[in-house]
Nanobody, 115 residues
Framework: QVRLVQSGGGLVQPGGSLRLSCAAS????????MGWYRQAPGKQRELVAT???????NYADSVKGRFAVPRDNPKNTVYLQMIRLEPEDTAIYLC?????????WGQGTQVTVSS
């Protein structure tokens, strides 16, 4: 049984920073692709960023240059470091791990960017 447990998030002012964490437990290999998605009210879930076990990353255009997705393989943990946050970044952020053919999700955490 694989579990993804998220922490972090909350309320931040525009221009501020936040860091989300996602720790994977259970029988998940370090070769899993891990990353983050988000879903804003009334919108579809969208990819934010992913990282492979080898460190190859992929970012949504809207977050390039502002978000980073470092990964600690021995700890099976992935992070989402967010700077210069904008109101449009407000959403529920979900951790994701893919180890084909299986996919796992974290519980979600709210990020609100507002003054």
């Amino acid at each position: 049984q694989v579990r993804l447990v998220q922490s972090g998030g909350g309320l931040v002012q525009p221009g501020g920073s936040l860091r989300l964490s996602c720790a994977a437990s259970g029988s998940i290999s370090s070769s899993a692709v891990m990353g983050w998605y988000r879903q804003a009210p009334g919108k579809q879930r969208e990819l934010v960023a992913t990282i492979t076990s080898g460190g190859n990353t992929n970012y949504a255009d809207s977050v390039k240059g502002r978000f980073a997705v470092p990964r600690d393989n021995p700890k099976n943990t992935v992070y989402l470091q967010m700077i210069r946050l904008e109101p449009e970044d407000t959403a529920i952020y979900l951790c994701n791990a893919v180890l084909w053919p299986n996919q796992y999700w974290g519980q979600g955490t709210q990020v609100t960017v507002s003054s």
